[in-house]
Nanobody, 122 residues
Framework: QVQLVESGGGLVQPGGSLRLSCAAS????????MGWFRQAPGKERELVAT???????NYGDSLKGRFTISRDNAKNTVDLQMNSLKPEDTAVYYC????????????????WGQGTQVTVSS
């Protein structure tokens, strides 16, 4: 199996910063995409940012410039630096990775973390 451990959520004032971290472990041969998604109450889950093993990044609409995603391939970790946070950034943030578990079986599967709450409020 594959386990994802997220950390770094919490309560922050508007304009503040938070850094989320996610570590993947378990039966892993390689990780392609790593990323973060979020879901606010009453809304669908949406893309925050993803990053490939080669470092190519993709951000959700209007988030690039405030959010920065990075990863450490050696440690199987992905971080999300969030700056200039706004109340509308309040959501549960989910780490997600696309993993190939078996070296000889080129099948990839997406795994999800349990989520970490980010609340932006004064």
């Amino acid at each position: 199996q594959v386990q994802l451990v997220e950390s770094g959520g919490g309560l922050v004032q508007p304009g503040g910063s938070l850094r989320l971290s996610c570590a993947a472990s378990g039966s892993i041969f390689s990780i392609n995409d790593m990323g973060w998604f979020r879901q606010a109450p009453g809304k669908e889950r949406e893309l925050v940012a993803t990053i490939t093993s080669g470092g190519l990044t993709n951000y959700g609409d209007s988030l690039k410039g405030r959010f920065t995603i990075s990863r450490d391939n050696a440690k199987n970790t992905v971080d999300l630096q969030m700056n200039s946070l706004k109340p509308e950034d309040t959501a549960v943030y989910y780490c997600s990775v696309v993993v190939q578990r078996d070296r000889w079986l080129p099948v990839e599967r997406r795994y999800w973390g349990q989520g970490t709450q980010v609340t932006v409020s004064s």
